[in-house]
Protein backbone atom coordinates (compact mmCIF):
# COMPACT_ATOMS: atom_id res chain seq x y z
CA UNK A 1 0.00 0.00 0.00
CA UNK A 2 2.84 2.57 0.94
CA UNK A 3 3.58 2.32 -2.71
CA UNK A 4 0.52 4.65 -3.59
CA UNK A 5 2.12 7.41 -1.39
CA UNK A 6 4.20 9.99 -2.69
CA UNK A 7 5.81 10.75 0.77
CA UNK A 8 6.88 7.34 2.68
CA UNK A 9 8.96 8.35 5.82
CA UNK A 10 8.05 12.17 6.88
CA UNK A 11 8.39 14.42 9.71
CA UNK A 12 4.87 15.80 10.98
CA UNK A 13 5.35 19.11 12.43
CA UNK A 14 1.84 20.65 14.52
CA UNK A 15 1.79 23.59 16.70
CA UNK A 16 1.17 23.44 20.27
CA UNK A 17 -2.44 25.37 19.21
CA UNK A 18 -2.96 22.59 17.04
CA UNK A 19 -4.48 20.47 20.26
CA UNK A 20 -5.94 23.75 21.50
CA UNK A 21 -9.14 23.56 19.88
CA UNK A 22 -11.51 26.59 20.76
CA UNK A 23 -9.94 27.01 24.09
CA UNK A 24 -7.15 29.78 24.65
CA UNK A 25 -4.67 27.37 26.66
CA UNK A 26 -3.63 23.54 26.89
CA UNK A 27 -4.66 20.29 25.30
CA UNK A 28 -8.20 19.43 24.20
CA UNK A 29 -8.39 15.57 24.24
CA UNK A 30 -10.86 15.78 21.62
CA UNK A 31 -9.01 17.39 19.05
CA UNK A 32 -5.89 15.26 20.22
CA UNK A 33 -7.96 12.18 19.71
CA UNK A 34 -9.12 13.75 16.41
CA UNK A 35 -5.34 14.30 15.34
CA UNK A 36 -4.64 10.82 16.27
CA UNK A 37 -7.09 9.47 14.50
CA UNK A 38 -6.10 11.30 10.96
CA UNK A 39 -2.40 9.82 12.31
CA UNK A 40 -3.35 6.31 12.67
CA UNK A 41 -5.25 5.89 9.14
CA UNK A 42 -2.13 7.66 7.57
CA UNK A 43 0.43 4.85 9.54
CA UNK A 44 -2.29 2.28 7.98
CA UNK A 45 -1.08 3.19 4.52
CA UNK A 46 2.19 2.14 5.74
CA UNK A 47 3.70 5.86 6.01
CA UNK A 48 6.50 6.14 8.58
CA UNK A 49 5.97 8.96 10.86
CA UNK A 50 8.34 11.13 12.97
CA UNK A 51 6.21 13.52 14.68
CA UNK A 52 7.26 17.26 16.40
CA UNK A 53 4.55 19.44 18.31
CA UNK A 54 5.03 22.59 19.62
CA UNK A 55 4.59 23.54 22.84
CA UNK A 56 2.76 27.18 22.16
CA UNK A 57 -0.53 25.99 23.62
CA UNK A 58 1.26 26.11 26.95
CA UNK A 59 4.49 28.59 27.22
CA UNK A 60 6.43 29.89 24.95
CA UNK A 61 10.24 31.14 25.90
CA UNK A 62 9.90 34.71 24.64
CA UNK A 63 6.57 35.49 26.65
CA UNK A 64 8.45 35.47 29.59
CA UNK A 65 11.52 37.40 28.34
CA UNK A 66 8.96 39.86 27.36
CA UNK A 67 7.37 40.23 31.03
CA UNK A 68 11.68 40.48 31.92
CA UNK A 69 11.98 36.49 32.79
CA UNK A 70 14.90 35.23 32.00
CA UNK A 71 14.97 33.71 28.25
CA UNK A 72 16.72 30.74 28.87
CA UNK A 73 14.69 29.37 32.00
CA UNK A 74 11.46 30.64 29.87
CA UNK A 75 13.03 28.20 26.82
CA UNK A 76 13.43 25.69 29.40
CA UNK A 77 9.82 25.72 30.42
CA UNK A 78 8.61 25.73 26.55
CA UNK A 79 10.56 22.58 25.67
CA UNK A 80 9.30 21.02 28.82
CA UNK A 81 5.70 21.81 27.39
CA UNK A 82 6.63 19.75 24.20
CA UNK A 83 7.39 16.72 26.27
CA UNK A 84 3.27 17.18 27.77
CA UNK A 85 1.85 17.28 24.25
CA UNK A 86 4.26 14.74 23.36
CA UNK A 87 2.95 12.43 25.65
CA UNK A 88 -0.96 13.14 25.44
CA UNK A 89 -0.60 12.96 21.79
CA UNK A 90 1.27 9.45 22.46
CA UNK A 91 -1.28 8.29 24.78
CA UNK A 92 -3.81 8.90 22.04
CA UNK A 93 -2.08 6.67 19.39
CA UNK A 94 -1.54 3.91 21.29
CA UNK A 95 -4.68 4.02 22.16
CA UNK A 96 -5.72 3.75 18.64
CA UNK A 97 -3.58 0.39 18.65
CA UNK A 98 -0.67 2.62 17.04
CA UNK A 99 2.52 2.31 18.67
CA UNK A 100 4.16 5.29 19.08
CA UNK A 101 7.15 6.64 21.63
CA UNK A 102 8.29 9.62 22.99
CA UNK A 103 12.11 10.80 22.52
CA UNK A 104 13.24 13.28 24.36
CA UNK A 105 16.12 15.87 23.47
CA UNK A 106 15.77 17.01 26.92
CA UNK A 107 16.29 14.31 29.23
CA UNK A 108 13.17 13.54 31.22
CA UNK A 109 13.96 9.68 31.93
CA UNK A 110 11.43 9.18 34.24
CA UNK A 111 8.76 10.10 31.62
CA UNK A 112 9.97 9.34 28.30
CA UNK A 113 13.18 7.86 26.65
CA UNK A 114 15.99 10.47 25.74
CA UNK A 115 16.24 10.94 21.97
CA UNK A 116 19.38 9.16 20.22
CA UNK A 117 19.37 8.74 16.24
CA UNK A 118 20.21 5.44 16.48
CA UNK A 119 17.52 4.93 18.68
CA UNK A 120 14.95 6.39 16.20
CA UNK A 121 15.83 4.56 13.40
CA UNK A 122 15.56 1.22 15.06
CA UNK A 123 12.10 2.45 15.68
CA UNK A 124 10.97 3.97 13.26
CA UNK A 125 12.29 1.25 10.88
CA UNK A 126 9.79 -1.60 13.02
CA UNK A 127 7.21 0.67 11.84
CA UNK A 128 6.61 2.55 15.34
CA UNK A 129 5.72 6.16 15.41
CA UNK A 130 7.93 8.72 17.34
CA UNK A 131 7.50 12.19 18.70
CA UNK A 132 10.27 13.97 19.41
CA UNK A 133 10.01 16.24 22.23
CA UNK A 134 11.96 18.26 24.06
CA UNK A 135 12.70 20.47 20.26
CA UNK A 136 16.34 20.77 19.73
CA UNK A 137 17.58 20.88 23.71
CA UNK A 138 18.79 24.11 23.46
CA UNK A 139 17.06 27.62 23.96
CA UNK A 140 16.90 30.50 21.52
CA UNK A 141 15.56 27.66 19.17
CA UNK A 142 11.72 26.98 18.07
CA UNK A 143 10.36 23.62 17.51
CA UNK A 144 10.03 24.33 13.48
CA UNK A 145 14.17 24.29 13.85
CA UNK A 146 13.82 21.14 15.80
CA UNK A 147 11.48 19.31 13.39
CA UNK A 148 13.94 20.57 10.36
CA UNK A 149 17.16 18.69 12.14
CA UNK A 150 15.10 15.48 12.86
CA UNK A 151 13.66 15.40 9.52
CA UNK A 152 17.15 15.66 8.48
CA UNK A 153 18.54 13.32 10.75
CA UNK A 154 15.93 10.86 10.38
CA UNK A 155 16.35 10.97 6.27
CA UNK A 156 12.64 12.00 5.96
CA UNK A 157 11.27 12.40 2.25
CA UNK A 158 9.11 15.67 3.70
CA UNK A 159 8.36 17.71 6.56
CA UNK A 160 5.01 17.99 6.51
CA UNK A 161 3.48 21.45 8.20
CA UNK A 162 0.33 20.75 8.95
CA UNK A 163 -1.20 24.55 10.06
CA UNK A 164 -4.95 26.18 10.35
CA UNK A 165 -4.81 27.16 6.55
CA UNK A 166 -4.33 24.75 3.53
CA UNK A 167 -1.41 26.05 2.70
CA UNK A 168 0.88 29.29 1.97
CA UNK A 169 -1.42 32.53 1.22
CA UNK A 170 0.39 35.84 -0.09
CA UNK A 171 -1.77 37.24 2.64
CA UNK A 172 -3.81 35.79 5.38
CA UNK A 173 -6.81 34.32 4.46
CA UNK A 174 -8.76 34.63 7.48
CA UNK A 175 -9.07 38.69 7.07
CA UNK A 176 -8.45 38.85 2.90
CA UNK A 177 -10.97 36.78 1.04
CA UNK A 178 -8.59 37.72 -2.30
CA UNK A 179 -5.59 35.73 -0.68
CA UNK A 180 -3.81 33.71 -3.13
CA UNK A 181 -2.64 30.13 -2.23
CA UNK A 182 0.75 28.85 -3.70
CA UNK A 183 1.30 25.54 -5.09
CA UNK A 184 4.61 25.89 -5.38
CA UNK A 185 7.46 28.07 -4.06
CA UNK A 186 11.20 28.22 -3.05
CA UNK A 187 12.88 28.62 -0.31
CA UNK A 188 14.33 31.33 -1.21
CA UNK A 189 11.07 32.93 -2.15
CA UNK A 190 9.26 32.16 1.09
CA UNK A 191 12.59 34.07 2.74
CA UNK A 192 12.32 36.96 0.37
CA UNK A 193 8.75 37.72 0.52
CA UNK A 194 8.74 36.81 4.07
CA UNK A 195 5.85 34.40 4.00
CA UNK A 196 5.14 33.39 7.26
CA UNK A 197 5.83 29.55 6.98
CA UNK A 198 8.31 28.75 9.57
CA UNK A 199 11.70 30.28 10.67
CA UNK A 200 14.93 30.90 8.60
CA UNK A 201 16.45 28.45 10.23
CA UNK A 202 14.01 25.63 9.76
CA UNK A 203 13.74 26.91 6.30
CA UNK A 204 17.16 26.56 5.36
CA UNK A 205 17.82 23.38 7.49
CA UNK A 206 15.42 21.98 5.26
CA UNK A 207 16.54 23.32 2.12
CA UNK A 208 20.30 22.73 2.61
CA UNK A 209 19.13 18.79 3.06
CA UNK A 210 16.75 18.90 0.14
CA UNK A 211 13.95 18.47 1.94
CA UNK A 212 10.57 19.66 0.68
CA UNK A 213 8.74 21.68 3.24
CA UNK A 214 4.58 20.65 2.43
CA UNK A 215 2.44 23.19 4.26
CA UNK A 216 -1.45 22.01 4.48
CA UNK A 217 -4.77 22.04 6.72
CA UNK A 218 -4.82 19.83 9.81
CA UNK A 219 -7.77 20.92 10.71
CA UNK A 220 -9.27 19.66 7.59
CA UNK A 221 -10.54 15.58 7.61
CA UNK A 222 -8.43 13.53 5.45
CA UNK A 223 -6.07 16.01 4.57
CA UNK A 224 -3.00 14.14 5.51
CA UNK A 225 -4.03 10.91 3.95
CA UNK A 226 -4.40 12.83 0.49
CA UNK A 227 -1.45 14.89 0.95
CA UNK A 228 0.54 11.94 1.52
CA UNK A 229 -0.61 10.64 -1.78
CA UNK A 230 0.32 13.83 -3.02
CA UNK A 231 -3.90 14.92 -3.56
CA UNK A 232 -5.26 17.67 -2.08
CA UNK A 233 -4.37 21.57 -1.06
CA UNK A 234 -0.97 21.96 -0.28
CA UNK A 235 2.04 24.20 -0.78
CA UNK A 236 5.49 22.54 -1.26
CA UNK A 237 8.11 24.57 -0.80
CA UNK A 238 11.42 23.03 -2.64
N1 LIG B 1 11.97 25.80 22.52
C1 LIG B 1 13.34 25.95 22.73
N2 LIG B 1 14.20 25.25 21.94
C2 LIG B 1 13.80 24.43 20.95
C3 LIG B 1 12.41 24.32 20.72
C4 LIG B 1 11.53 24.99 21.52
O1 LIG B 1 13.75 26.67 23.60
O2 LIG B 1 14.66 23.81 20.28
C5 LIG B 1 11.03 26.48 23.43
C6 LIG B 1 10.77 27.93 23.07
O3 LIG B 1 10.58 28.67 24.26
C7 LIG B 1 9.48 27.84 22.29
C8 LIG B 1 8.74 26.77 23.07
O4 LIG B 1 9.77 25.84 23.38
O5 LIG B 1 8.76 29.06 22.27
C9 LIG B 1 7.63 26.09 22.34
O6 LIG B 1 8.00 25.82 21.02
P1 LIG B 1 7.39 26.62 19.77
O7 LIG B 1 7.20 28.06 20.11
O8 LIG B 1 8.24 26.31 18.59
O9 LIG B 1 5.98 25.90 19.65
P2 LIG B 1 4.80 26.08 18.60
O10 LIG B 1 4.74 27.53 18.18
O11 LIG B 1 5.11 25.20 17.43
O12 LIG B 1 3.58 25.62 19.35
Known sequence: MSDQLRWKRVLLKLSGEALMGEQQFGIDPAVVERVAREIAEAVALGAQFGIVVGGGNIFRGVSLAAKGGNRVTGDHMGMLATVMNSLTLADALNSLGVQARVLSAVPVPSICETFTQRGAERYMEDGDVILFAGGTGNPFFSTDSGAALRAAEM???????????????????????????????????????????????????????????????????????NVLRGQGLFTVVS
Open 155 to 225: QCNAFLKGTQVDGVYDCDPKFNPDAMRYDTLTPGEVLEKNLKVMDATAIALARDNAIPVVVFSIHTSGALV
